[in-house]
T-cell receptor
């Protein structure tokens, strides 16, 4: 997989936007960027993915830089239920998603 | 109606026993996966089946044998269980990457404890 680098942890205030950065400087032209999260004791949950354009869905927005070497996941209004480990993944093989250490996000009241 | 369901949710067993974990998906997906999450919390892919054919087989002891009777089911059988097999095992499914991105839907996990 293209190596991704994420901060180990970050805190966010409830109701504020959470901006989660990810570096993927070795990404190839046809590789997607995927974001998943894992809430404690649950299975991983898909959030969003993108190739070149910015993307938005009901959960989050994904901003990909023009050179595609980094991206930012935005949770627009973080809630306590958004506390989880967030994974940024860029797989060489779309069937083989590898999860790194991710970013532990703690949303505080 | 759970999309990807695994049974059992918890399994406690003795070393040396043989056990199975079952997975079923009702999403109509063609591809299914088994992942292992150990005590250090890293998720590692073990196997993947596409239309009942094995397409990913990571470096997993041959005591682990996946079986896919049909596209909707992928079971994991483990022989001669060892202490190091204690982990949470996640099943997942996806449509596959034939039309672009491949998005996985995960089950809730099966926690295996080997004593």
């Amino acid at each position: 997989d293209a190596k991704t680098t994420q901060p180990t942890s970050m805190d966010c205030a409830e109701g504020r936007a959470a901006n989660l950065p990810c570096n993927h400087s070795t990404i190839s032209g046809n590789e997607y960027v995927y974001w998943y999260r894992q809430i404690h004791s649950q299975g991983p949950q898909y959030i969003i993915h993108g190739l070149k354009n910015n993307e938005t869905n009901e959960m989050a927005s994904l901003i990909i830089t023009e050179d595609r070497k980094s991206s930012t996941l935005i949770l627009p209004h973080a809630t306590l239920r958004d506390t989880a480990v967030y994974y940024c993944i860029v797989p060489h093989n779309d069937y083989k998603l590898s999860f790194g250490a991710g970013t532990t996000v703690t949303v505080r009241a | 109606d759970t999309a990807v369901s695994q049974t059992p949710k918890y399994l406690v067993t003795q070393m040396g026993n043989d056990k199975s974990i079952k997975c079923e998906q009702n999403l109509g997906h063609d591809t299914m996966y088994w992942y292992k999450q150990d005590s250090k919390k890293f998720l590692k892919i073990m196997f993947s089946y596409n239309n009942k054919e094995l397409i990913i087989n990571e470096t997993v002891p041959n005591r682990f044998s996946p079986k896919s009777p049909d596209k909707a089911h992928l079971n994991l059988h483990i022989n001669s269980l060892e202490l190091g097999d204690s982990a949470v095992y996640f099943c997942a499914s996806s449509r596959g990457a034939t039309s672009g991105a491949n998005v996985l839907t995960f089950g809730a996990g099966s926690r295996l404890t080997v004593l």
